[in-house]
């Protein structure tokens, strides 16, 4: 059964966010409207350090992480031309809490100043600086929407040049389709509290340089030989528009014999665990999440 929080949630969004981002089709706007830093307090016990490296980003580490203990690589949202680092904290902190995991964070270059394949190859940059300076490869990947799909991509990426792959991946309301063809679209094109079915198709237009193919695997991860992939664990709406983005993936990673869970949700919004602080199933989101990446990073150990 759905939150109380969760009905109120959409419904403010529906009627205060929905339509004037859908109204503005200026791309500085969105991106000041997006770009709102994280407002919480910092728990005690976590450390966040920004870094330059290869590309800059922060570390979200706990106190109770020891030094060599595994780095998960998160890539945040923003439909590739919005937030940051800092906007994602109430994600990254929480997967750091658990004292698990190493959190990087990188400050990933943004469309339209810098278009396809700038993202994925400051993905893969940080992939390679964590080995270089750890001596481990990156042992779990996540993102959120625009950053899912770049988790994923980056994952064929990795898998395609000979590199070794994380143990696990993750992706919460992934864009995985920027030919735009999932059937919510349509369906939830009034449901979704964030966007309409044609906010995602405009998103090749801003992301995509002139010439490049959207079905092309490391744009929409869902038309890729998904076949060797890690573990994943796949989190969206049932009213997002994105939602078949995320289903028909699973079902393509099924077929290719990956190790898929997907969980459809009930009346949230996209990407829902940003809300964690007062949403209920944002906590248990995440907390399902951080449950998977261990028995995942675990099993891998023990094979």
């Keep these: 059964m759905s939150s109380i929080q969760a009905h109120i949630l959409t419904i403010f969004l529906r009627w205060r966010i929905k339509k004037p981002i859908a109204a503005n089709a200026n791309i500085a706007a969105i991106r000041a409207k997006l770009d709102i830093p994280y407002r919480g307090k910092i728990p005690s016990g976590i450390q966040i350090t920004k870094v330059q490296g290869p590309i800059p980003g922060e570390w ?33 902190i ?76 993750v992706a919460f309301s992934a864009v995985t389709d920027l030919a735009a063809t999932g059937h919510s679209l349509i369906e939830n094109d009034r449901r979704d509290a964030l966007f ?69 949700w009930p009346v949230v919004p996209h990407v829902w665990q940003l809300m964690a602080q007062f949403l209920p199933e944002g906590r248990q989101s995440l907390q399902e999440a951080i449950t998977f990446i261990a028995q995942a990073m675990e099993q891998s150990r023990t094979r």
Aim: aromatic share 6%.
């Design 94 to 169: 929480a997967f750091a809490r658990s004292g698990e995991l190493r959190v990087f964070v990188p400050d990933y270059r943004l469309a339209p100043e810098h278009r396809f394949p700038a993202a994925l190859d400051d993905a893969i940059a940080c992939c390679d600086w964590i080995v270089a300076t750890t001596g481990r490869a990156v042992a779990a990947i996540a993102g959120d929407s625009a950053g899912g799909n770049l988790a994923l991509a980056t994952l064929l990426q990795l898998r395609d040049t000979g590199r070794e792959l994380p143990a696990v991946g």
């Design 60 to 92: 979200v580490v706990s106190d109770r992480a020891a030094p060599d203990a595994p780095v998960m690589l998160y890539l945040h949202g923003g439909g590739f031309f919005a937030c940051s680092s800092a906007t994602h904290r109430a994600v990254t």
């Design 196 to 264: 309409f079915g044609d906010s995602i198709a405009r998103l090749a237009d801003v992301y995509l340089p002139s010439g490049v193919d959207v079905c092309n695997p490391l744009v929409s991860p869902l038309y890729g030989d998904l076949t060797g992939l890690p573990p994943l664990l796949l989190h969206v709406g049932a009213d997002e528009v994105l939602r078949d983005d995320s289903v028909r993936f699973a079902a393509r990673a099924r077929a290719a014999q990956v190790d898929v869970t997907l969980r459809v």
